[in-house]
């Protein structure tokens, strides 16, 4: 079974950056297809980032293109979110997920405990 921690959310000021990352254990990491989801206030969880089993396939929501990169270092069993040109509309709780098929076609089946981003106008 994988599990994911999450690491560097924090408050930064709008136009900064930030990058995240999810620690994976376990030892099937390979089989895993990875994402990037987040949470504001009051609403549900979107995927602004994914990528496929291999690392080789990248998705990025609209909102997120240009300005965020999902990276996969299959050495150090680590997802990252870099995030750049940061706006106040990105403030949320950030998840990392894992799922054996996609992270986009259904619920992933596992999950980080997410990390706090902040960002101040």
């Known amino acids: 079974q994988v599990q994911l921690v999450e690491s560097g959310g924090g408050l930064v000021q709008a136009w900064g950056s930030l990058r995240l990352s999810c620690q994976a254990s376990g030892r099937i990491w390979r089989q895993y297809a990875m994402g990037w989801f987040l949470q504001a206030p009051g609403k549900g969880r979107e995927c602004v980032s994914a990528?496929?089993?291999?690392?080789?396939?990248?998705y990025y929501a609209d909102s997120v293109k240009g300005r965020f990169t999902i990276s996969k270092d299959n050495a150090k069993i680590t997802v990252y979110l870099q995030m750049n040109s940061l706006e106040p509309e990105d403030t949320a709780v950030y998840y990392c997920?894992?799922?054996?098929?996609?992270?986009?076609?259904?619920?992933?089946?596992?999950w980080g405990q997410g990390t706090q981003v902040t960002v101040s106008s």
């Open positions: 990528t496929d089993r291999s690392g080789g396939s990248r």
């Open positions: 997920a894992a799922d054996r098929i996609s992270v986009l076609t259904s619920t992933p089946e596992i």
